[in-house]
């Protein structure tokens, strides 16, 4: 199966890095990938937003019109890109700070407190890391472990000691849509 997913939030909110993530996780996995980053007019702040495919067979093409998947982590992005999803497909919204609940009964809805649960954790910086756990953890499209590697390979030296927290950060965002 095609997985077209779309990733979008303010500039800052580690849209870009949980995209590329995913395909290079993807790309480990033996899966044909894409990533297309687009941003808006100003790098932190203003709306940024990426296209992910991962996929079995060979990608057509990296745009995405109709996602399967969904994942806003604001306001914005919810409005703009949930009427283009597909019947069936699965929305991830941060719900920390978007009010709003899905406006549509033909997809899968979850709501991911990554703000609030990364505060909990004391880094806020790993709430996008909470989002893609809760992605990764209601789809089965990617294991965890390639994630954990990822991390460990990512963060060296004085930084190893974020390899934890994110991997934390990771459980407790796929516990979000266990619970749900």
Request: hydrophobic content about 45%; some cysteine; aromatic content about 4%.
């Amino acid at each position: 199966m095609t997985h077209e997913i779309v990733i979008s939030g303010f500039g800052g909110q580690g849209v870009m890095a949980m995209g590329k993530t995913l395909a290079e996780a993807g790309m480990k996995e033996g899966l044909c990938v894409s990533w297309l980053p687009s941003y808006g007019p100003e790098m932190r702040g203003g709306t940024a937003n990426c296209s992910v495919v991962l996929s079995g067979e060979e990608i057509i093409s990296p745009m995405v019109q109709s996602p399967t998947e969904l994942i806003a982590m604001n306001k914005p992005s919810l409005v703009k890109f949930e009427p283009q999803m597909v019947p069936g497909g699965k929305l991830f919204v941060n719900s920390s700070i978007i009010e709003l609940k899905a406006s549509r009964a033909d997809i899968s809805a979850y709501y991911i407190p990554c703000l609030s649960i990364a505060e909990e954790l004391g880094n806020i910086k790993v709430a996008n890391m909470v989002m893609l756990g809760a992605y990764i953890g209601a789809t089965g499209l990617l294991q965890t472990e390639t994630i954990r590697g990822m991390l460990a390979h990512m963060f060296t030296g004085p930084k190893a000691a974020l390899v934890e927290l994110n991997i934390e950060a990771l459980r407790r965002g796929a516990a979000c849509v266990r619970e749900a």
